[in-house]
């Protein structure tokens, strides 16, 4: 079963097993806007918690999307070139942007849940 936990930034972290697929939240893709552009990483990049590692474009501003956790990138949401306002529409579904393995698992004990992150955007 897969646990979900989020970032005081805004992303979500989707966890099945050492693998975890990553995408911005529902709030924070209402915060920004209609998004028209995502900059994906490289498969293969290694990342370090908080690097930044896409970044997202809407009529509004340009923002980086951050790494919840250390990790290898396995994949990337490669719809989203054709159509970055899939994050728009499904931002915890379809418009993940990211899957990586996870280096270390224990960085999830940092992260929040649904109910703590809740009362992080109230």
């Not at 979900?4 to 972290?13: A, K, N, R, V």
């Not at 924070?28 to 930044?52: H, I, W, Y």
């Not at 054709?82 to 418009?95: E, I, K, Q, R, Y």
């Not at 270390?104 to 955007?121: C, E, F, N």
């Amino acid at each position: 079963m897969a646990a979900t936990y989020f970032t005081e930034d805004h992303e979500w972290i989707r966890v099945e097993g050492d693998t975890a697929t990553v995408g911005i939240t529902d709030y924070a893709q209402e915060q920004l806007g209609d998004l028209v552009f995502v900059e994906l990483p490289d498969v293969g990049r290694t990342l370090a918690r908080g690097d930044a590692a896409v970044v997202v474009e809407s009529v509004k501003a340009a923002s980086d999307v951050y790494a919840p956790c250390d990790g290898d990138i396995v994949a990337v949401n490669e719809a989203l070139s054709g159509d970055p306002a899939l994050v728009n529409s499904a931002a915890t579904g379809d418009g993940w942007l990211w899957k990586m393995k996870l280096a270390d698992a224990s960085q999830l004990d940092g992260l929040m849940d649904a109910a703590a992150y809740d009362k992080h955007i109230a």
